[in-house]
């Protein structure tokens, strides 16, 4: 039975940027994820925060390969991004403010809304944030 996993920025830019330094580890479970069909799940802020880091960090190429791998896994339905709107912004602006000692970025808190509202069975992160809201966090 397959899995639904929300995968924040992080997991992204260490996928397809090579240099760095949680590639062969993203890359490992990512693989491992496809080869058990289980399914992703993502944020249109994930996916800014994601081409605004690769941008600068890693050039444009890296961009379009990231832009690849978006466009072949939502047409293949391995990938879902959860749009954004008025509810979802509210909702994640009152988690960082219920949350203030964190200092959530605005993407993690979106992330935390979606993943409790549809209710994932993890969540593939290479920072603790998720942890302290409760969530599962893979690679363990």
Avoid: K, N
């Amino acid at each position: 039975m397959s899995r639904l996993v929300y995968t924040d920025s992080g997991v992204f830019i260490a996928l397809v940027y090579t240099r760095d330094r949680w590639h062969q580890r993203v890359a490992t479970h990512f693989r491992a994820l496809r080869a058990a069909g289980d399914r992703l799940l993502t944020s249109e802020p994930v996916i800014a925060e994601t081409v605004t880091r690769l941008r600068y960090d890693a050039g444009l190429r890296a961009v379009s390969a990231f832009g690849h791998i978006l466009a072949v896994a939502e047409a293949d339905g391995s990938l879902v991004v959860r749009e954004s709107d008025g509810d979802l912004r509210h909702a994640a602006i009152g988690l960082m403010e219920q949350y203030a000692d964190l200092r959530l970025s605005y993407a993690d808190a979106v992330g935390a809304v979606i993943s409790r509202g549809r209710h994932v069975d993890g969540v593939f992160a290479l920072d603790d944030d998720f942890r302290v809201l409760g969530f599962a966090i893979e690679p363990g």
